[in-house]
């Protein structure tokens, strides 16, 4: 079985965001599923998605500050700047963490550990809504 749904997420400020829930809620086809993947991709060049810690928001915090040490915004060498000083070190960031996710799934249900789950990783100060496509695969 094959199936595939364009998911569009509220929008979230600038941060680490859980979504397991969100996308789960939109996605009652899982349950049907015995064995398989559930591959998500982010349609956009300044966000990504990521698993990690589901339990402790803090986690999310020094993930949020750990980047933007790590990609500055403001750096003077940076050209792409016309959309404002946080969009090229959201690309950056984007291309670090990624674009996509595949997470097992098993008897209905996202195969995740015990403290993980998918995040939306938001690097724009103001974002829109964000889409996701969702592909399921599996018997």
């Known amino acids: 079985m094959w199936f595939q749904r364009e998911i569009a997420l509220k ?37 990504s998605l ?14 949020e500050r750990h980047f933007n040490v790590l990609v500055p915004e403001g750096a003077p060498y940076f050209e792409h700047t ?16 990624g674009s996509s996710q595949s997470i097992p799934i098993t008897n209905g249900r996202l195969n995740l550990g015990l403290w993980q789950g998918l995040y939306l990783c938001e690097h724009r100060d103001h974002a829109a809504a964000r889409t996701i496509i969702a592909t399921l695969q599996g018997e």
């Open 11 to 47: 929008p979230h400020r600038r941060g680490f965001h859980l979504i397991t829930d969100e996308v789960i809620a939109k996605l009652p086809q899982l349950r049907d599923i015995k064995v398989g993947l559930l591959h998500v991709f982010i349609q956009h060049t300044s966000a």
């Open 50 to 63: 990521a698993i990690n810690e589901n339990a402790d928001p803090t986690v999310r915090g020094d993930m």
């Open 82 to 97: 016309f959309e404002g000083e946080d969009d090229m070190p959201a690309h950056i960031k984007s291309t670090l963490i």
